[in-house]
């Protein structure tokens, strides 16, 4: 049986956790509960007068919760809602939030879910497996102009349009359901020393429009941003450039275009301080151990 380490091993757990500067009787939320590592160490942390509050929409992940501890709760839901939530427990304020956006190494490694190149599986790459498009949905029905947006934007392919144009020709004469189908499909336009790497931006991509990950992320923050209370933390690990260049203009300027505004004396009006100016990476003995931890980047800010 599937274990919360197996499930997902937290990264950059002690630097995340300190840099949220805990008080034992603060309000916290974790929206991206997962194996729940980051979960656990927070609430060692914890007084009893003390809430934390975590998301997931994966009923898988709901198996590693603890949900009996009075001041725990466990939220099986997207954190896009996360204003929603928190009306409906009566919070106004919190003290601190933590985003861990990495995929879990669960969805990686469970074969029947679509995320991975290495299995062949049914294309689906939902997170939550009981509602919304899959990914042979947005391969079989999306029009060209719009696959090739989707792999350039969010996987920063060069030869998206290429791609985009296989994947149409392909689904014309049989459509493309699993992953094989999908590799087949494009592994001859990717050169043999980058088809790795090219297959795993693909997939990225396709995993990000199927679940709106930049739409739920820019909603999560801005919420966050209403939520923390002055000298709150908020913390985020982010694992590639698109999610990375949104969570650095939320925390610098308040806004996810990074616009910089100031009040009629000219001075920056801006929701947060940055705790760290310099991204903190993960050590080389934890991406040793570790390889999913090899890009990510956490950020910590302060509400001022």
């Known amino acids: 049986m599937e274990t919360a380490e197996t499930y997902h091993v937290p990264v950059l757990l002690n630097d995340s956790i300190d ?3 805990i008080k034992p009787e603060g309000i916290y939320v974790d929206v991206t509960f997962g194996g729940g ?15 934390l509050y975590s998301f997931d929409q994966d009923a898988d992940a709901e198996r590693n919760a603890d949900t009996e501890r009075e001041n ?6 997207n954190f896009r809602y996360l204003k929603n939530w ?8 919190i ?11 669960h969805h990686f490694d469970d074969e029947t879910r679509g995320f991975s190149f290495r299995f062949d599986a049914p294309l689906d790459m939902r997170m939550n497996k009981r509602a919304g498009q899959t990914a042979a949905d947005v391969v079989n029905k999306a029009d060209e102009r719009r696959l090739a947006d989707i792999f350039f934007l969010y996987g920063e392919l060069k030869t998206a349009r290429r791609i985009a144009a296989a994947i149409v020709k392909r689904r014309g004469s049989q459509p493309i359901v699993t992953t094989q189908d999908l590799i087949d499909t494009v592994q001859p336009l990717m050169a043999k020393d980058r088809e790795k790497k090219d297959l795993a931006r693909l997939f990225q991509a396709l995993r990000i429009e199927v679940n709106h990950e930049m739409e739920t992320l820019k909603e999560m923050l801005l919420a966050a ?6 000298g709150g933390r908020l913390v985020v690990i982010t694992y590639h450039s698109l999610e990375d260049r949104i969570v650095k203009n939320v925390m610098r300027s308040g806004n996810v275009e990074g616009r910089v505004s100031a ?3 000219g001075r920056i009006e801006k929701p947060f301080s940055l705790v760290n100016s310099k991204v903190i990476t993960p050590s080389d003995e934890e991406q040793a151990a570790n390889p999913r931890s090899r890009s990510a980047k956490l950020r ?5």
């Open 263 to 265: 009040d009629f004396y």
């Open 37 to 51: 590592g980051h979960s656990r160490e927070i609430l060692s942390r914890l007084g009893s007068g003390g809430h």
């Open 95 to 105: 003290d601190g939030l933590l985003a861990d956006l990495g995929v879990s190494s």
């Open 19 to 21: 840099g949220l500067a």
């Open 72 to 77: 725990f709760t466990f939220v099986r839901s």
């Open 225 to 230: 941003t209403a939520l923390i209370r002055p």
């Open 86 to 93: 928190m009306r409906y427990y009566g919070v106004d304020q």
């Open 300 to 304: 910590i800010a302060e509400k001022v």
